[in-house]
T-cell receptor
Framework: DAGITQSPRHKVTETGTPVTLRCHQT?????MYWYRQDPGHGLRLIHYSYGVKDTDKGEVSDGYSVSRSKTEDFLLTLESATSSQTSVYFC???????????FGNGTRLTVT | QKEVEQNSGPLSVPEGAIASLNCTYSDRGSQSFFWYRQYSGKSPELIMSIYSNGDKEDGRFTAQLNKASQYVSLLIRDSQPSDSATYLC????????????FGTGTRLKVLA
């Protein structure tokens, strides 16, 4: 999986609790992305990063924040989890502008 | 809202037949196009990248791009039951933000 590790792989949490998902890469790629995947909606971009401390919002960023203090790590935080954030979360990385995204194995998050 | 459209399927083809998967996109300035395969419960894996008009072949797979019609397709020759999966079309957002938009995917079933 192109040197991408997502953790945890599965998590169950309660509504209102904070949750942080981690994406770690060993490829030294510049770009990192967080997507969520839900039935009927496909993959939707939450946030992405184009360098250390450089991030931008995607189409479904409300309720999520991100941080990237090192090239290899991109964290996704749900400040106060809601049931609508139950989903499968994928991290992806890419190198220069003409290369495709490569995905991690995903994190299945359930908010009860 | 920039969009990538795919027929959700399922598309059923007999083993050995050609499967044809289609994708249209709304952003006329998009330059990079990708096909991913996703097995149930797994992460998307890259099959093909295509950047210029015409056909690109890789083994049993052929990607076709027509930028004037804003249309990209994937042909799978000699379809095998192991090709049964969801196929995702992805397109870069032409604004230079390095965002990638995904279609909701077409589910392919290859019947033995």
């Amino acid at each position: 999986d192109a040197g991408i590790t997502q953790s945890p792989r599965h998590k169950v949490t309660e509504t209102g609790t904070p949750v942080t998902l981690r994406c770690h890469q060993t490829e030294n790629h510049r770009y990192m992305y967080w997507y969520r995947q839900d039935p009927g909606h496909g993959l939707r971009l939450i946030h992405y990063s184009y360098g250390v401390k450089d991030t931008d919002k995607g189409e479904v960023s409300d309720g999520y924040s991100v941080s990237r203090s090192k090239t290899e790590d991109f964290l996704l935080t749900l400040e106060s989890a809601t049931s609508s954030q139950t989903s499968v979360y994928f991290c992806a990385i890419k190198d220069d502008r003409e290369t495709p995204l490569h995905f991690g194995n995903g994190t299945r998050l359930t908010v009860t | 809202q920039k969009e990538v459209e795919q027929n959700s399927g399922p598309l059923s083809v007999p083993e050995g037949a050609i499967a044809s998967l289609n994708c249209t996109y709304s952003d006329r300035g998009s330059q990079s196009f990708f096909w991913y395969r996703q097995y149930s419960g797994k992460s998307p894996e890259l099959i093909m990248s295509i950047y210029s008009n015409g056909d690109k072949e890789d083994g049993r797979f052929t990607a076709q791009l027509n930028k004037a019609s804003q249309y990209v397709s994937l042909l799978i020759r000699d379809s095998q039951p192991s090709d049964s999966a969801t196929y995702l079309c992805a397109v870069n957002e032409a604004s230079g933000t390095y965002k990638y938009i995904f279609g909701t995917g077409t589910r392919l079933k290859v019947l033995a």
